[in-house]
């Protein structure tokens, strides 16, 4: 079964840090292009940041520039979110995706239709 499987959610204050993981099993994530995306209550979902499976190059919304970094351990067959400097914006279920792209343009890597998701990781932001 192929799935994809999120952990290292949970409550942080302001200003803190957390990092999620997105387990893979099922297939190897080296030939995927990988994602994150989020979804706040009341709101759509959010395109958070990608990687592309060519040449690990990255992309994240502007909102989250300079604060996320999304990174990948092909040993581990898991990919990652390091969160730091969070606001209480940044409240949402996260969730990872993963695809397989004949073309990949990376400023649109927010935009694509992934194969598989994850059942998400909520994380909140509040003092």
């Known amino acids: 079964q192929l799935q994809l499987v999120e952990s290292g959610g949970g409550l942080v204050q302001p200003g803190g840090s957390l990092r999620l993981s997105c387990a893979a099993s099922?297939?190897?994530?080296?030939?995927?292009?990988i994602a994150w995306f989020r979804q706040a209550p009341g709101k759509e979902r959010e395109g958070v940041s990608c990687?592309?499976?060519?040449?690990?190059?990255?992309y994240y919304a502007d909102s989250m520039k300079g604060r996320f970094t999304i990174s990948r351990d092909n040993a581990k067959n898991t990919v990652y979110l390091q969160m730091n400097s969070l606001k209480p914006e940044d409240t949402a279920i996260y969730y990872c995706?993963?695809?397989?792209?004949?073309?990949?343009?990376?400023?649109?890597?927010?935009?694509?239709?992934?194969?598989?998701w994850g059942q998400g990781t909520q994380v909140t932001v509040s003092s």
């Open positions: 099922g297939f190897t994530l080296d030939s995927y292009a």
């Open positions: 995706a993963a695809g397989r792209f004949s073309q990949y343009v990376l400023r649109l890597c927010l935009n694509y239709g992934y194969n598989y």
């Open positions: 990687m592309s499976s060519a040449d690990g190059r990255t």
